[in-house]
């Protein structure tokens, strides 16, 4: 079983910064891509930041220069710093993988169960 377990969500002033990490359960056979989605109360799952096996980076236009997702490849971990926050931030973050556990097995998504981060003013 796949297991995605979040870290360091939580409540900051506007223009302040935290950093969400994400750390896979077991080893996967193989990961094409893990990254970062958020959901805002009435409004659906958006992507904030992906990061390709290969090492491309994917980032929404509402984040680009604030928001910054890396990767240990070799810890299977992807961590998301957030600088600058703006209160449109708020949100529900969920940890994000399209993987293998097997060769021979078709791929999935995994989800981590979520993470609060709140700005206020």
């Known amino acids: 079983q796949v297991q995605l377990v979040e870290s360091g969500g939580g409540s900051v002033q506007a223009g302040g910064s935290l950093r969400l990490s994400c750390v896979v359960s077991?080893?996967?056979?193989?990961?094409?891509?893990m990254g970062w989605y958020r959901q805002a109360p009435g409004r659906q799952r958006e992507l904030v930041a992906s990061?390709?096996?290969?090492?491309?980076?994917n980032y929404a236009d509402s984040v680009k220069g604030r928001f910054t997702i890396s990767r240990d490849s070799g810890m299977n971990t992807v961590d998301l710093q957030m600088n600058s926050l703006k209160i449109e931030d708020t949100a529900v973050y969920y940890c994000?993988?399209?993987?293998?556990?097997?060769?021979?097995?078709?791929?999935?998504?995994?989800w981590g169960q979520g993470t609060q981060v709140t700005v206020s003013s």
């Open positions: 990061m390709s096996n290969g090492g491309r980076k």
């Open positions: 994000h993988l399209d993987g293998q556990t097997a060769w021979g097995l078709p791929t999935f998504d995994y």
């Open positions: 077991r080893r996967m056979f193989s990961i094409n891509a």
